[in-house]
T-cell receptor, first 112, second 110 residues
Framework: DGGITQSPKYLFRKEGQNVTLSCEQNLNHDAMYWYRQDPGQGLRLIYYSQIVNDFQKGDIAEGYSVSREKKESFPLTVTSAQKNPTAFYLC???????????FGPGTRLTVT | SQQGEEDPQALSIQEGENATMNCSYKTSINNLQWYRQNSGRGLVHLILIRSNEREKHSGRLRVTLDTSKKSSSLLITASRAADTASYFCATAEANSKLTFGKGITLSVRP
């Protein structure tokens, strides 16, 4: 059963703590993406990776970090430097840039 | 950076009616894609139209692309309550990542 998974679905953290969101795909896709979505807003790109061991900053990378050590996995760390981390985070993958993207179910992060 | 802009921002129709949503963009594109998002879920890819195509169909969906006007429309025919969702257009420039619009909220009243 091919797809892209994110865990956990809901995450609660105290301010000042780093937190890592998981994203795994078994679609054999080279490209993976992290987006942030705020209420009533579109998707804003945080980071993306076109190949293993390489990634680039998106439009709102400050306060976030990623790694791409395996093709299947692209975890996102929300650091304490991110000023407004409470949001809905979506991970996606695609065969390559510009192709259709497959999205995970999302992780809703609440920081208090 | 925002490329596609959808119009209207919100649309409310009766079940059985057609829903038309528009997307405008600014630069040359390789393709344009439409996605649907149900509340609290991930996006689902609906349809992709390439820059050399003018119209594409998929079930009750019809997408048109006018590259001279830099615009696209998504038509959902014979809408159902289950079509209630947010719809996003996304544009792909050559060798570049997708850029998503802010989305259109569609409500289909039973």
């Amino acid at each position: 059963d091919g797809g892209i998974t994110q865990s956990p679905k809901y995450l609660f953290r105290k301010e000042g703590q780093n937190v890592t969101l998981s994203c795994e795909q078994n679609l054999n896709h080279d490209a993976m993406y992290w987006y942030r979505q705020d209420p009533g807003q579109g998707l804003r790109l945080i980071y993306y990776s076109q190949i293993v061991n390489d990634f680039q900053k998106g439009d709102i990378a400050e306060g976030y970090s990623v790694s791409r050590e395996k093709k299947e996995s692209f975890p996102l760390t929300v650091t304490s430097a991110q000023k407004n981390p409470t949001a809905f985070y979506l991970c996606a993958s695609s065969f390559a840039h510009g192709y259709e993207q497959y999205f995970g179910p999302g992780t809703r992060l609440t920081v208090t | 950076s925002q490329q596609g802009e959808e119009d209207p921002q919100a649309l409310s129709i009766q079940e059985g009616e057609n829903a038309t949503m528009n997307c405008s963009y600014k630069t040359s594109i390789n393709n344009l894609q439409w996605y649907r998002q149900n509340s609290g879920r991930g996006l689902v890819h609906l349809i992709l139209i390439r820059s050399n195509e003018r119209e594409k169909h998929s079930g009750r969906l019809r997408v048109t692309l006018d590259t001279s006007k830099k615009s696209s429309s998504l038509l959902i025919t014979a809408s159902r309550a289950a079509d209630t969702a947010s719809y996003f257009c996304a544009t792909a420039e050559a060798n570049s990542k997708l850029t998503f619009g802010k989305g259109i909220t569609l409500s289909v009243r039973p």
